[in-house]
């Protein structure tokens, strides 16, 4: 490979720049059940899949990983948890639609945490725009792999699932 001068365009320089973000997913379960929520039509990436809750770190805003996690199921399902220990860590890519380089992408490394609820009224009325859910539901454990999940939460579904 030719060398290439210190400062001076190379093979990396061409390349998209990537985003890195942390996420956190929260695996809320009560009595049998798991809480999923529903992707609205709305939704860029995923209109009409299922998911947990959860969401990427504010990095100005949470004081740590369990508020980060408490904030996000807040929002998005109005539910108070007790934040309970990661069981898998996992990795997808998105367009960064806020980049003003054409191609760049968001980087997110995710981790899935057990959480037990504190409250069980699920609601949707606290959620960010951004957020594009429509519903939520407790669904029966042996029932919640058959869902249609967005592609990336699939492995960790089954990894949950194999581990209760």
């Not at 996000?72 to 998105?94: N, R």
């Amino acid at each position: 490979m030719p060398s290439v001068e210190a400062g001076a365009p190379g093979p990396l320089t061409a390349m998209s720049p990537i985003r890195l973000q942390f996420a956190q997913k929260a695996f809320i379960v009560a009595g049998g059940r798991l809480l999923l929520v529903r992707k609205a039509a709305s939704d860029p990436f995923h209109p009409g899949r299922w998911e947990v809750p959860g969401g990427r770190l504010e990095v100005e805003d949470d004081l740590d990983l369990d508020d980060h996690i408490r904030r996000e199921v807040w929002e998005e399902v109005g539910l108070k948890i007790e934040p309970g220990p990661p069981f898998h860590l996992w990795q997808w890519f998105m367009p960064d639609r806020a980049a003003p380089a054409r191609g760049a992408r968001i980087r997110v490394v995710a981790a899935a945490r057990r959480c037990r609820p504190v409250t069980v009224d699920a609601v949707l009325e606290n959620q960010d725009s951004g957020d594009h859910l429509d519903g939520c539901a407790w669904v029966p454990l042996e029932r919640a792999g058959s869902y249609d999940l967005i592609p990336s939460l699939r492995p960790v579904m089954r990894a949950f699932l194999a581990s209760t």
